[in-house]
């Protein structure tokens, strides 16, 4: 599996760490001090990690000046909400080195820094006060050397809420806990360089271990976000429901545009194909839960057989009902009344305020919003 970053627009930058330090989402290439080696074998993703040596000064930089408008904390911006992920794997335990940062002590230019301590412990910085000030976030459990860990941080300028989400990929489940708090004050953006590997413009704070696929977004990431990145599979922050998640069933909306619906492979499908408004094709007395006895529905694919799914308020353009066990025997869905009878039975469905507002003509009549 790969994550998909590409059509996520708030996806700022991305570093896949793939024998150099280019960014492959933006314009922020960083420059590689003292010659980083590059690990095919020993990484979490894609062909590289980086391998960064203490003793070596090896870490990579970009002035402030050269970051992309709207990257998080670059100065002359506003305050933006942000959030970092990134694989990391400490080969040794050292006080206060950097791992992902845009903070140097000293004023007008603390921003916000991700580090470690000597005893494996995480801390998330988020400078204030025009960068005087600082407050630090500190996860509760120790992060081992010698193992990976998938970290996620998030700054939310809404109320200055921090987060830190770390995964143990050795134990295969969440570290701890998520750790939460409050900055003191809004996050500074400042003149300070973005580092990977060091922080504070100091080689005393140079991190020593690997480092992989880093990844900064202009948002605060959910929960969920998170560990669709850890796990490969995030595709640019549409979440689709799958016929695994409880009640769903649902593995793609059913688009009026596109007559685009669920196939049969699908748990509680029952609409094979849709072809276009003009040509619907019902669920067949094969399919799970159907009750269509093979004859088109309208203008309108019904994805039927979903225990606790309904029309969950899509816009009036996006129908994705269910009929538990089948209820359409009709070939034709044909006025306001008959469409509100449908769904009547279906308890605490989301088809409240939207049915109201839906005309389903006759077939091949296509839909309508009432005014």
């Known amino acids: 599996m790969a994550n998909n970053f590409s059509s996520d627009p708030n ?3 991305l570093w896949k760490l793939e ?4 960014d492959s989402k933006g314009g922020n290439d960083l420059a590689e001090v003292n010659s980083p080696a590059y690990d095919d074998t020993d ?10 040596e203490r003793d070596n000064s090896q870490y990579c930089t970009i002035a402030d000046g050269d970051l992309d408008s709207g990257f998080p904390g670059k100065s002359g911006t506003g305050e933006p909400s942000f959030s970092i992920c990134f694989w990391v794997k400490r080969e040794t335990l050292i006080p206060n080195v950097g791992m992902v940062s845009k903070y140097v002590q000293g004023s007008g230019y603390r921003t916000f820094v991700v580090r470690g301590g000597s005893s494996g412990e995480l801390d998330f910085l988020i400078g204030w006060n025009g960068g005087v000030s600082y407050t630090a976030l ?6 081992e050397s010698g193992k990976w860990y998938h970290v996620g941080v998030a700054y ?8 830190i989400r770390v995964w143990d990929d050795n134990a295969g489940a969440l570290l701890d ?3 939460e708090g409050t900055a003191g004050g809004d996050m500074y953006p400042s003149a300070a360089q973005f580092e990977i590997g060091r922080y504070g413009a100091s080689d005393s704070y140079i991190f020593d271990g690997k480092l992989d696929e880093v990844v900064i977004f202009n948002k605060v990431l959910t929960d969920a976000e998170i560990d669709a990145i850890r796990a490969g599979t995030y595709s640019g922050g549409a979440t689709e429901k799958s016929s695994a998640d409880t009640g769903s069933g649902t593995d793609a909306v059913v688009l009026l545009e596109t007559g ?3 196939t049969a492979s699908d748990s509680g499908a029952g609409v094979d194909a849709v072809e276009s408004l003009q040509t619907p094709q019902a669920k067949t007395s094969s399919d799970v839960g159907s009750g269509a006895e093979g004859a088109p529905i309208a203008s309108a694919a019904l994805a039927g057989g979903e225990s606790g799914s309904g029309l969950e308020a899509l816009i009036a353009r996006l129908l994705t009902g269910g009929e538990s066990g089948g209820a359409v025997e009709d070939s034709e869905v044909v006025d306001e009344g008959t469409l509100k009878d449908l769904f009547a039975g279906e308890a605490a469905e989301g088809a409240d305020s939207l049915v109201a507002r839906i005309e389903m003509p006759v077939k091949g009549g296509g839909m309508k919003l009432w005014t």
């Open 11 to 13: 996806c700022i930058a």
């Open 156 to 163: 939310d300028a809404s109320d200055n809420g921090m987060k």
């Open 177 to 179: 806990d998520n750790k």
């Open 43 to 52: 990484k979490k993703e894609g062909t590289h990690c980086i391998d960064l």
């Open 260 to 262: 685009a619906a669920k």
């Open 19 to 22: 024998n150099n330090a280019d």
């Open 138 to 143: 500190l996860f509760d459990s120790y992060l």
